[in-house]
């Protein structure tokens, strides 16, 4: 009996290369044979590739972990972990898909939505630190103003609004620190 489709290597990977994501899963976990081929880095190259062909890769990866981020769009993850590493390859790749332009847009629009509707001031700071927090994760991007210079400028006069609107010092002081680290001024 044997432990694999077809028991070469090679040729289970490009049957692997195939499967739906539900199925690979399955399979990584169906036997010892298949777990050591899932943990092959041609085949999360190769899926990763499926997803996106000009992807910059770097031996520094963990593919399987990264072709999951990038399956769900979990653009955070993958600016922090490219920032992390210096990887501005990765950052400017970033920049030039639609996809993380949108994701960008929507969370500061939602960010500003839900300040515009919160009046309780302690719920209110929390989502300003919240959206601070995802600007610094993203920073790379505002900072290159791949969503406009207009759209980046009136972000700034927004979270300026905002920390005018704050009497503690100690969190206008850590707001303007934010700023600082962000855009770098």
Same mark, same amino acid.
């Given at each position: 009996?044997?432990?694999?489709? !077809?028991?070469?290597?090679?040729? +289970? ?9 539900? /199925? &690979?899963?399955?399979?990584?976990y169906? %036997?010892?044979?298949?777990?050591? &081929?899932c ?7 190769d ?5 996106y ?7 520094k990866? /963990?593919?399987?972990? =990264? ?14 972990? @490219?920032?992390?590493? +210096?990887?501005v390859?990765i ?9 993380y332009?949108?994701? =960008? ?10 300040l515009? !509707?919160?009046?309780?001031?302690? /719920? ?12 610094? $994760?993203?920073?790379? @991007? *505002? ?10 400028? !009136?972000v ?5 609004? &905002? ?13 303007? %620190?934010?700023?600082?680290?962000? *855009? $770098? &001024?």
């Amino acid at each position: 009996m044997s432990s694999g489709l !077809t028991s070469v290597k090679d040729t +289970d990977l490009i049957i692997l290369q195939n499967v739906t994501d539900d /199925e &690979l899963e399955e399979l990584c976990y169906s %036997s010892r044979y298949f777990h050591q &081929l899932c943990q092959n880095r041609i085949l999360w190259h190769d899926r990763i590739l499926k997803l996106y062909p000009n992807f910059p890769f770097n031996e520094k990866m /963990e593919l399987k972990k =990264l072709y999951y981020k990038l399956k769900v769009g979990d653009w955070t993850a993958i600016a922090v972990w @490219a920032d992390y590493h +210096d990887n501005v390859t990765i950052l400017k790749w970033m920049m030039m898909l639609k996809e993380y332009k949108m994701y =960008l847009i929507n969370n500061i629009k939602k960010y500003l939505n839900i300040l515009s !509707t919160v009046y309780n001031r302690k /719920e209110k700071i929390k989502v300003l630190i919240q959206m601070y927090n995802f600007i610094y $994760n993203h920073r790379y @991007a *505002f900072t290159h103003y791949i969503l406009g210079e207009n759209f980046t400028n !009136t972000v700034k006069i927004k979270l300026d609004e &905002l920390q005018q609107e704050t009497p503690e010092p100690e969190l206008k002081d850590m707001f303007e %620190s934010y700023k600082q680290s962000i *855009f $770098n &001024l």
